[in-house]
């Protein structure tokens, strides 16, 4: 395709130039707080780098050829980039600035290379704007996939911290919920309660709702499965933190909470388990 | 032919699956344990499923008809040791094995089993 | 979406289910599965595949592993050149009943696994795929 050797030979030219003019605007553009977030010698690499591999695609045989090693080995150092802008706490937009600010100087060496001739301009400028349109998006959904990761991650680490399963006496063990439960909360509630109870060795679990500001239908299936399975490994469970209000939703709703006992609060449903576990209390 | 091996404990019966069960060998363990029970007049029959890392809708229905067919016999049958693992999934699944009497492990089933009256 | 890998396992008797969940349950370690996610895969496998052979006569399973991005995923077809399944709706809908009924427990399986699709005729026989994500 002769129009893209016109490209070809504008990036390799013009080099430095174009280099210099988008750093340039890239560190003009950048706000203090973004100016503290990646050092200019980051960005300068980051730059050169790029430049080095658009021109490898653009030289090659075939630059709209999206499975050539050279268009892949670019793609991939765009993956990296985007995933180290999102650790480094940039938005979306920013990182997608990196490649649409290399248009200005990217166009203006076109000017250059195609001279006088209006039609070749025309159509360099209009793939040139489709190669880094594309590369902008994949970026950006790059971006958005990682962000999305992290936050999972974070959500994850967040519910290991807040459910923790205590031994409240030989064989009883505690499970005080706090907050809402969703179903990706309760599922690791659930196991990290079960493998507890196998662990111990504990036959009552006490789940304690007592901080849980609502139970609709979703939350009162997630806890009778959180029951069920308690039961199917050979254990028992008292819900206990069951104000009145809960009892009416639950009766509304037409759970049916199997024969599963609930207590007021934690005290009477310690005193049950203790009882049932064959304990006497003596003061 | 490969069966799952039943040891018996005084008027007890043990069964403890270790193998991945193919539904010919899950409907011969439920035959072999009723012919137990019934030879024996055993009171209850423990089946061991701590080893097992999977429970299907087969094996599932396999535990609740040999529970009914040993309360038809007089006998209890307790589960026990069932790995959170399969619990959360049968649960996921829809089976809750009501009816099934659950342990942790065997000395906590064979205790239930001696405590437990006649009836129901 | 890229695959990483694939294979297939028959599904023409008893011991070629037992195959296929041993099967899968390897494919899901290799992807990385939490000890949960195997079981919840293998025991969907488990169904998927006995329906095949009892309902459908004996077919086959075909496994592909898969990658997006940063996840790992397994995915699942179980095929068959059965009679179908008269009514899909109805099947999805159903559990295992005690007596009537298909009993399938399509519904169940689907529950355990992240994507689930079913494509079943009287002339094109069965065709179950279920993807989970690790």
């Given at each position: 395709m002769a129009s893209s050797t016109i490209m070809a030979s504008a990036l390799r030219k013009h080099q430095k130039k174009i280099l210099g003019e988008w750093v340039q605007t890239l560190h003009d553009d950048a706000s203090d707080s973004k100016k503290a977030r990646i050092s200019p010698q980051e960005l300068n690499a980051q730059a050169e780098e790029f430049l080095q591999l658009l021109t490898a695609v653009v030289s090659s045989?075939?630059?709209?050829?999206?499975?050539?090693a050279q268009f892949k080995a670019l793609q991939d150092f765009l993956e990296g980039l985007s995933r180290s802008r999102v650790q480094q706490g940039f938005s979306s937009a920013e990182t997608a600035t990196f490649i649409f600010s290399f248009k200005k100087p990217l166009f203006a060496a076109l000017r250059t290379e195609a001279g006088s001739n209006a039609d070749e301009l025309a159509q360099e400028i209009w793939t040139a704007t489709k190669l880094l349109d594309d590369l902008g998006l994949t970026t950006v959904n790059t971006y958005q996939r990682a962000r999305e990761e992290v936050i999972n991650r974070q959500q994850q680490e967040m519910l290991e911290l807040s459910t923790p399963v205590v031994k409240l006496w030989e064989g009883i063990l505690g499970l005080p919920m706090i907050g809402t439960l969703d179903s990706a909360r309760t599922q690791i509630v659930m196991e990290s309660l079960l493998h507890k109870i196998v662990e111990t060795g504990s036959e009552i679990a006490i789940i304690d709702?007592?901080?849980?500001?609502t139970v609709d239908t979703l939350v009162a299936q997630h806890l009778l499965k959180t029951v069920t399975a308690i039961r199917l490994m050979g254990a028992d469970c008292i819900i206990s933190g069951v104000r009145p209000q809960i009892a009416q939703t639950i009766v509304h709703l037409g759970v049916?909470?199997?024969?599963v006992t609930t207590k007021a609060n934690l005290a009477d449903a310690l005193a049950l388990a203790l009882k049932r576990t064959g304990a006497t209390l003596t003061r | 032919m490969e069966r799952i091996p039943i040891l018996r404990i005084g008027d007890y019966l043990l069964a403890t699956i270790q193998v991945d069960m193919h539904d010919q060998l899950a409907l011969q363990l439920q035959e072999d344990l009723t012919s137990a029970i019934e030879r024996h007049t055993s009171k209850g029959v423990l089946i061991d499923?701590?080893?097992?890392?999977m429970v299907d809708s087969f094996i599932g229905r396999m535990i609740s008809d040999i529970s009914n067919m040993g309360r038809i016999l007089d006998a209890r049958t307790v589960l026990v040791g069932m790995q959170p693992a399969v619990a959360i999934t049968l649960v996921e699944l829809g089976?809750?094995?009501?009816?099934v009497a659950t342990a942790l492990n065997v000395d906590r089933g064979m205790a239930m089993l001696r405590a437990a009256p006649t009836d129901e | 979406m890229d695959q990483i890998a694939g294979g297939e396992s028959p599904l023409r008797s008893q011991h070629d289910i037992v195959m296929a969940r041993q099967t899968v349950r390897r494919l899901s370690q290799e992807m990385g599965f939490s000890l949960v996610d195997q079981t919840k895969m293998v025991t969907a496998a488990s169904e998927l595949a006995r329906n095949t052979l009892i309902y459908g006569g004996g077919g086959i399973m075909h496994w592909q592993t898969l990658k997006n991005v940063s996840k790992k995923g397994l995915r699942l077809i179980f095929s068959d050149?059965?009679?179908?399944?008269?009514?899909i709706e109805l099947a999805l809908t159903?559990?295992?009943?005690?007596?009537?009924?298909?009993?399938?427990?399509l519904s169940g399986a689907r529950r355990l696994v992240n994507e689930f699709e079913i494509e079943s005729s009287a002339t094109t026989g069965t065709k179950v795929t279920i993807v989970r994500w690790g």
């Open positions: 045989g075939n630059p709209e050829d999206s499975h050539s709702i007592t901080g849980v500001p049916d909470l199997q024969g | 499923i701590s080893a097992l890392e089976l809750s094995l009501q009816g | 050149q059965g009679p179908g399944i008269p009514n159903d559990g295992w009943t005690s007596g009537g009924g298909l009993g399938l427990g």
